[in-house]
């Protein structure tokens, strides 16, 4: 949900720097690349479909929780804020807030959004009729 | 095929350099194209440049487009050349299209198919008339929204080989053969010659595939499902070890069904073909599924006699930026290849017209 979020609105939700625990790199941000397979027919055998590039940060906070995101692209501050935000999700004094104020509401755009793809995709199903045949 | 080593011409080179430059931007009083709006409005270049550069990056292949002024080709061989500056992570865990968030979906063969015909965004149906209201910058209209819900998808080809009609597809878990990694070697498997169709050449791929339809190693295909939306892309990250959702990749996946006459040891069924191409793709899935179908003529006992169904032929030259590498490179200088051909055509000239002299 935090790979599929937009950064500023993690931004946003997280607390200033002064009011949560120092966070330190262990790894990244840092940007490579992630094979993408399909399978044969749907459902047979992998096949390689080409790459992606992903952006990838691992940090910990000063008491203890590690925070991991890897996201699609190469925005490193929005792997990095999302790294944060998981970190302090597993943080006793800060789960319960950011549920409410990050979590909830990127799961209900996100649904949203599927939601309306989904309702577009509804209005162009084709209604067949039969036409009624010429011969008595 | 040898080239001389040539000194000079930098400065040469860097007026060509600059003068290129100046011609990509175009006239300066014309806004400059920004790559947003590539990657928002010129949707199926972008995803073009990355199914052949075979990396997808919207907002890279967008930044490729521009910076090749429109020269998809040479826009996907910047962007195939990018994607070796970068580490490789690992693989995902292999889409599942069955659990697609469905934005089109459609079947030539059963007109009522479980879960219904889906167009979706498509350009099927219009008259190829050019619309000169987008001179205007007219708003569109707003699409229309419906609120029974696109129900679950079953896939045509699993409704046959329910019923024993289609030769079903083995599931396996082994690692495929990675083109990017490894020599391909001929007879190429089946994953090698999927991977190399996905990133082949849209025109070559077309080009093929009618050929299959023209009669050059026919299959009788029919259109058994196309469908597009997005899939979730999931990978296992060494440190956590369990699978996690980093995004979603909008795919089109099209099923060809073939007539089959079935052996001696097997009755009569189905085979299928299969194409699964980055983004809104029906033309480059229906391709590939074609070629895919043609290659497999060896291992169902056909006789292989047209070139869609020789897969060394077909994945040697589908890769544009193999073939556009090969091709422009005679443009090189060949000043000493030619100095000793051209020698020896005089020398062979003289020696013809000095016998008949005599």
Not at chain 1, 83 to 95: I, K, R, S, T
Not at chain 2, 217 to 222: A, K, M, Y
Request: glycine content about 8%; proline content about 7%; aromatic content about 6%.
């Amino acid at each position: 949900m935090l790979a599929r979020a937009d950064a500023a609105r993690i931004a946003a939700a997280l607390p200033p720097p002064d009011a949560r625990p120092e966070a330190r790199r262990l790894r990244g941000p840092e940007t490579g690349l992630v094979m993408l397979r399909g399978r044969m027919g749907g459902t047979g055998a992998p096949f390689n479909l080409g790459e992606i590039t992903v952006t990838r940060c691992t940090l910990r906070l000063r008491d203890g929780p590690v925070g991991h995101a890897t996201i699609m692209g190469r925005d490193a501050d929005h792997a990095e804020l999302a790294a944060l935000a998981d970190a302090l999700l597993q943080h006793p004094d800060f789960a319960a807030p950011l549920g409410e104020t990050l979590i909830a509401p990127l799961a209900a755009s996100q649904a949203a959004a599927r939601a309306d793809i989904a309702a577009r995709a509804a209005a162009t199903r084709v209604a067949f009729f039969t036409l009624q045949t010429m011969r008595g | 095929m040898a080239y001389v080593a040539v000194k000079g011409g930098e400065r040469a080179i860097d007026a060509a350099h600059a003068w290129r430059e100046a011609a990509r931007r175009g006239d300066p009083a014309v806004p400059a194209l920004s790559t947003a709006q590539i990657a928002g409005q010129l949707g199926r270049a972008v995803e073009r440049v990355m199914a052949e550069a075979s990396l997808h990056d919207p907002v890279l292949a967008a930044l490729a487009i521009r910076q090749a002024e429109g020269d998809l080709i040479e826009a996907a061989f910047l962007l195939r050349a990018f994607r070796t500056t970068l580490p490789r992570f690992g693989a995902a865990l292999p889409l599942e299209t069955g659990r697609m968030a469905v934005r089109r979906r459609v079947s030539a063969i059963f007109k009522d198919v479980p879960g219904g015909q889906i167009l979706g965004p498509t350009t099927d149906y219009t008259h190829r008339l050019l619309d000169f209201t987008l001179l205007d910058d007219a708003p569109p209209p707003a699409a229309p929204r419906a609120s029974d819900p696109v129900e679950a998808m079953p896939r045509v080809a699993e409704l046959l080989a329910a019923e024993g009609l289609l030769r079903p597809e083995p599931a396996s878990e082994v690692t495929p053969f990675d083109l990017t990694r490894e020599a391909l070697a001929h007879p190429a498997p089946r994953d090698a010659r999927l991977q190399g169709l996905a990133r082949g050449d849209e025109g070559f791929l077309l080009g093929m595939g009618y050929s299959t339809q023209r009669g050059y190693g026919g299959s009788h295909p029919f259109a058994g499902e196309i469908r597009m939306g997005a899939v979730s892309v999931e990978l296992v990250p060494d440190e956590l070890g369990f699978p996690i959702d980093i995004g979603e990749v909008v795919l089109t996946e099209c099923q060809m069904v073939n007539q089959f006459h079935g052996g001696k040891t097997e009755p009569a069924c189905f085979t299928a073909g299969y194409g699964l191409a980055f983004g809104q793709a029906d033309r480059r899935a229906m391709a590939m599924a074609l070629l895919d179908r043609a290659m497999q003529a060896e291992e169902l006992g056909e006789a292989v006699t047209a070139p869609a169904q020789n897969p060394e032929f077909v994945l040697a030259h589908a890769d544009n930026i193999e073939a556009t590498g090969f091709v422009e490179h005679l443009k090189l200088p060949h000043y000493v290849d030619f100095q000793s051909e051209a020698e020896a055509v005089r020398r062979l000239r003289a020696a013809a017209l000095a016998k008949a002299a005599e």
